[in-house]
Nanobody, 117 residues
């Protein structure tokens, strides 16, 4: 399974971005699609995910500004980020759990989000 991430970039505080992650390759079905972020010098942390049933989770620190959604037909997950602040600067990684011969998972290459004037 391969993940193609896009949508990162340099944005001013208060701006918005929409990250995308499309899964392709060989799998029976997707179990869960998640977004993590890793700021410089920090550990990678979960920010949002969406299950195969459509249930969503957004971590407390970004509640109200981050929204996770998907296009199930296209095996694509989105992360809408509004009212960006400098503390959102990080590499954002997509993670997909999928069923093939059991449950497996894969990571995207990461997309850089930089919030600065």
């Amino acid at each position: 399974v391969q993940l193609a991430e896009s949508g990162g970039g340099l944005v001013q505080p208060g701006g918005s971005l929409r990250l995308s992650c499309e899964a392709s390759g060989r799998f029976s079905r997707i179990h869960e699609m998640s977004w993590y972020r890793q700021a410089s010098g920090e550990q990678r942390a979960l920010v949002a995910d969406i299950t195969s049933g459509g249930g969503t989770y957004v971590s407390d620190p970004v509640q109200g500004r981050f929204t996770v959604s998907r296009d199930a037909a296209k095996n694509t997950v989105f992360l809408q980020i509004n009212n960006l602040v400098p503390e959102d600067t990080a590499v954002y990684y997509c993670n997909v759990k999928y069923w093939l011969n059991g449950l497996d998972a894969t990571w995207g290459q990461g997309t850089q989000v930089t919030v600065s004037l």
